[in-house]
């Protein structure tokens, strides 16, 4: 029986993870959880699980949460994803799923990996900002950072039992998100409903924008040049129009593997919660001869710089990649709330990563310095 610590349970990967634990209650105890807008969605699931542990947005819903749950602890505020990271500190075996959006994301992350807790991973946003950080916590800390992003659990899927040392390249990819046939100047008049209109996933709003403008794809080469400790120039991205493949992996001797299955996140969550085994899913069972052809073709980098401003941060280190994903956070805000246009985002970023001086090696107080006056700047300048 494993204790699961689940960070972002009212999202769309937190609501997935809460399925499979369902599923499988002889397995997995659901012990704490977190929500942050959606409060009523957070009672519906604390009704259903002996919680020892709930985390919510503020004060006032945590006294509401206090009436319908007394005898569970409540928290509230960045705090409280913290305190939920590293509830019942002994609980070695149990895992931690941070299914947080954005860098809220990265100090709960930490504060697990330093309890000694494994930790399976959704939130992108923990390695790009704080990549170094959980590499040097993982030196004194050498536990598991299970990746839950299909990509990554691909790569993990292939890579078992292979010599790291063997890979060539590894290629991640990429639908295209919905405006893979676009031009550019199609791009200028697009809208909020087209851009969330995601092709094949069913997301959170975040991410679909960011897969839109192609930057969730330069956030996954960040992820997995920290995750399999590669070079980022041996890392690629390749459009893949089915979803069909989620990765591959070339290896020295020219032998290139593919993970495939329908594109249905439970899979690599459930893969990552029963690693080294295997269960029965829920995931459509894959039938290559009703799909008949898969395509592959290359990433158009004019149409999408922002993969390319995403490896460049990457590349100049630091504190680069901090503004580049406070950046992107602003400027997804302000488009999901219709403020600015499509093609804004990637202006906005652009000009925020090039003007950032760099800070090589920045701590974690910096990180959110600077994290918090990029936000503000942008919020002043845009949000009116
Ligand atoms: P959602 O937007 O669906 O869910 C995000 C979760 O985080 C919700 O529980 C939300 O609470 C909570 N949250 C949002 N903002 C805050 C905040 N400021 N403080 C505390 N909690 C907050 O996102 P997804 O589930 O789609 O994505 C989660 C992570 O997984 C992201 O990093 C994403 O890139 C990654 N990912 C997602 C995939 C997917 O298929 N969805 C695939 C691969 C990776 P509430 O809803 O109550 O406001
Ligand atoms: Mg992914």
Known sequence: MKNIYLLGATGSIGSQTIEIIENHPEQFNLKAISGHSNLEKV?????????????????????????????????????????????????????????????VGLKPTLAAVEIDRNVLLANKETLVVGGHLIKKALKDHPVQILPIDSEHNAIWQILNGEDKDKIHKLIITASGGPFRDYTRKQLELVDLKQ??????????????????????????????????????????????????????????????????????????????????????????????????KLSFEKVDSEKFPLLGLAIDAYKQGGSKRTVLN???????????????????IEKIITSEVENHVLIPEPTLDEIYKIDKSVKEKIFTEYDK
């Not at 509230?76 to 070695?92: M, Q, R, S, T």
């Not at 302000?334 to 093609?343: D, G, P, Q, S, V």
Request: charged letters at 25%; aromatic letters at 8%.
């Open 43 to 103: 009672i519906e699931i604390a009704s259903r699980f002996p919680l020892d542990l709930i985390a919510v947005k503020d004060e006032i819903d945590a006294l509401t949460i206090k009436n319908v749950f007394p005898n569970v602890k409540i928290v509230y505020g960045e705090d409280g994803l913290i305190e939920l990271a590293k509830v019942n500190p002994d609980d070695k075996e149990s895992f931690l799923v941070n299914a947080l959006v954005g860098m």
């Open 195 to 292: 851009a969330l209109n995601h092709p094949n996933w069913s997301m959170g709003k975040k991410i679909t924008i960011d897969s839109a403008t192609m930057m969730n794809k330069g956030f996954e080469i960040i992820e997995a040049a920290y995750l399999y400790d590669i070079d980022i120039d041996k890392i690629e991205a390749l459009i893949h129009r089915e979803s069909i493949i989620h990765s591959l992996v070339e290896f020295v001797d020219g032998s290139v593997i593919a993970q495939m299955a329908n594109p249905d996140m439970r899979l690599p969550i459930s893969y990552a919660l029963f690693y080294p085994g295997r269960v029965a899913s829920p995931v459509k069972p894959l039938c290559l001869s009703s799909i008949g």
């Open 326 to 344: 406070a950046a992107n956070e602003a400027a997804v805000k302000l488009f999901l709330n219709e403020k600015i246009k499509f093609l804004d």
